[in-house]
């Protein structure tokens, strides 16, 4: 069975600094890996995906992230944090060797909290 | 707007009752999944759809139907409604299977009292 684990249920960063929001997980293959944002009041928005390739994905509004086989780990990262990325970040994980349409299995979130 | 509607985006109802959620996917997306969010127990996977068939089934209970129709869109019927059953129902759509993400609708806040 696949999972993900997010180990921070909070983050606090001051602005301008640098963040990483962690992210574990397990599947049985290459995982597909996700990081979804979601706003107070919003549905999840979808930021970046590692499927293949390159072990640094790069995504929307400056986020980044890093996969580790190794390591089992898909941190998300951004070199400067914004007040505006005050919000709470989903870790996402899909095995694709389940066969079948097999469902995304998310982490339980860990809230950004950017301070002025 | 990210293309996926969900109505009502509010909900109020009694213990007991039984209501209707309604999800339009993306325009040209097959799939359909629900999810709830609770505080205590985060982004639960509930089901999914794909061109009107059951694909998966998740943590849903007995009480909870759903279904997909041929235009594509796609009810959560939720009935004998608890207090435990207060939360924000999500409804995502996607092309075909999962390898470029969902697209996330806003939502529907759920409160029964």
């Known amino acids: 069975a696949q999972s993900v684990a997010q180990p921070e249920d909070q983050v606090n960063v001051a602005e301008g600094n640098p963040l990483t929001v962690k992210c574990t997980y397990s599947v049985s293959g290459n995982p597909y890996l996700f990081w979804y944002v979601q706003y107070p009041n919003r549905g999840l928005q979808f930021l970046l995906k590692y499927i293949t390739g390159d072990n640094l994905v790069k995504g929307s509004y400056g986020f980044e992230a890093e996969f580790n086989k190794s390591q089992t780990s898909f941190h998300l990262k951004k070199p400067s944090a914004l007040v505006s990325d005050s919000a709470l970040y989903f870790c996402?994980?899909?095995?694709?060797?389940?066969?079948?349409?097999?469902?995304?299995?998310f982490g339980t979130g860990t809230k950004l909290q950017v301070i002025p | 707007d990210s293309g996926v509607t969900q109505t009502p985006k509010h909900l109020i109802t009694a213990t007991g009752q039984r209501v209707t959620l309604r999800c339009s996917p993306r325009s040209g997306d097959l799939s359909v999944y629900w999810y709830q969010q609770s505080l205590d127990q985060g982004l639960q996977f509930l089901i999914q759809?794909?061109?009107?068939?059951?694909?998966a089934k998740g943590n849903i209970l007995e009480r909870f139907s759903a279904q997909q129709f041929p235009d594509l869109h796609s009810e959560l019927n939720l009935s004998s409604l608890e207090l435990g059953d207060s939360a924000l129902y999500f409804c995502?759509?996607?092309?075909?299977?999962?390898?470029?993400?969902?697209?996330f609708g806003s939502g529907t806040r759920l409160t029964v009292v």
């Open positions: 995502a759509s996607s092309v075909r299977d999962t390898n470029y993400g969902y697209t």
């Open positions: 759809y794909y061109n009107g068939e059951e694909r």
């Open positions: 996402a994980v899909r095995d694709p060797y389940s066969g079948g349409y097999q469902k995304v299995t």
